[in-house]
């Protein structure tokens, strides 16, 4: 008969297992839907291992399901697992401006905060606020992908903040080129949504000054 502490070693062997089984299959799905939806090499080489769990109110970013502009208006709650200790970089691209077929403003900028400690993304420095999703009329629908990146450590950024209420230096952003420059390595957590336009778009429009 076992005891008590066998018991308990067993228990923990078998939690262990169960949550690298589940972070396996987030994994690959995450990777099969980057692929199948193009995210990968539009945005990245490579689909990161861990995904990120984004929430805007009670809808759940999932693997490029479909939103509307109205739903993610507004900023959304993020997560993921997270190391305390480390520093973390959350971008969110649109890789599909004006269009997919026509994108030649690949990448627009949405969302981009750095030096985030663990997974509080409101103590993170904010390069560019958030502007929720706009996709003109009749671009079909766009891939919108959020991703983290894992610091070396507490970076100094050059880059000039972008506010809330402007467009300028959001278009042909690349989030690969900006990891590459400040040695941020591949992205460690991601997911994606799509959108097309509804009536909340020109909204959007109206709160950007240029």
């Given at each position: 008969m076992l005891g008590d502490g066998h018991i308990n070693y067993l228990l923990y062997v078998y939690l262990l297992f169960s949550s690298y089984l589940l972070q396996t299959a987030y994994s690959s799905s995450e990777n099969d839907a980057m692929e199948k939806l193009g995210v990968v090499p539009d945005v990245i080489s490579k689909a990161p291992a861990g995904k990120l769990i984004a929430k805007f109110g009670a809808n759940e970013v999932n693997d490029g399901n479909v939103l509307t502009p109205t739903q993610v208006k507004n900023p959304p709650k993020v997560e993921w697992e997270a190391d305390p200790n480390a520093y973390y970089t959350l971008c969110l691209t649109d890789p599909d401006a004006p269009s997919r077929k026509d994108p030649k403003f690949r990448e627009w900028l949405h969302w981009l905060i750095v030096n985030i400690p663990g997974n509080n993304v409101n103590q993170g420095e904010v390069l560019a606020e958030f502007v929720s999703s706009a996709p003109p009329k009749g671009s079909g629908l766009h891939r919108y992908v959020f991703l983290v990146y894992k610091q070396p450590g507490k970076v100094k950024f050059e880059e000039q903040k972008i506010g809330g209420n402007t467009g300028?230096?959001?278009?042909?952003?690349?989030?690969?080129?900006?990891?590459?420059?400040?040695?941020?390595?591949?992205?460690?957590?991601?997911?994606?949504?799509?959108?097309?336009?509804?009536?909340?778009?020109?909204?959007?429009?109206?709160?950007?000054?240029?």
């Open positions: 300028k230096n959001r278009p042909k952003f690349s989030i690969a080129n900006f990891a590459k420059k400040h040695n941020l390595g591949d992205p460690v957590f991601g997911n994606f949504y799509q959108a097309e336009w509804d009536d909340y778009v020109p909204k959007v429009y109206e709160k950007l000054k240029d």
